[in-house]
């Protein structure tokens, strides 16, 4: 199984290593937590650290502790969780996903890929960065995508060798983008040295494993 690229191909072994490499491991207690911020944040309210503390059955001053050690947290005036590892609030405008009525924002192409096996189904809207046409699909939490409007459509994606940081944004989520076709996948990473595309179906499958391996049991808790 490879990503597509007009040079090089990337194997998805490879980029699932690179994936394992940058994020590390957690342990029950940090998988418990990160599926419960990631679940309360989903009814699309700010996060409250008591909530998250009782959702994940932990103690108030470790889930405190947690979260301040942990990077790409995002809080509100109040001290509240409002963007998380790939999902916030809604607001961010370039990859929207609802979770039953509930509007919400992911911050790359490929989180709701993995989103959806922690959280439920979404239904995701984002436009192709080339054309700005419309692209939209169905999850579900199985990670089975349906109705999508671009079945043969492609994620941009950062090689490998290239450095992924804490700020999670700047460093990935700005080159991993969703595309119409690979034909408007390959103009734009023609044009941003270091990125390729993959397929959606290899895209799946790497959300897949980074899910099980990330997040453990705690996604069926």
Known sequence: MTAETAATAVSVDALD??????????????????????????????????????????????????????????????????GFWGLALAGMPSHRVQHADTELSAWCAFDPLFLARIIGDLDVATADPVTGEAITYHIGRDGT????????????????????????????????LHFASPATGQRWTAGHPGTFVISLDDATELARRHTARFFGTAMSA
Not at 152 to 158: A, K, P, R
Request: proline share 7%.
């Open 17 to 82: 290593t690179a994936i394992a490499g940058a994020t590390g491991q957690l342990g029950e207690d940090e998988q418990r937590l990160a599926v419960a911020v990631f679940r309360l944040l989903a009814a699309g309210r700010p996060v409250s650290i008591p909530a998250a503390a009782e959702a994940a059955a932990l103690p108030v001053s470790r889930v405190r502790s947690v979260l301040r050690s942990w990077p790409a947290v995002f809080r509100d005036d109040h001290g509240q969780v409002v």
């Open 145 to 176: 995508i349906s109705a999508a409007s671009h079945p043969h459509g492609v994620l941009s994606f950062l090689r490998p060798d290239q450095p992924w940081g804490d700020d999670v944004i700047a460093t990935f989520c700005h080159y991993v």
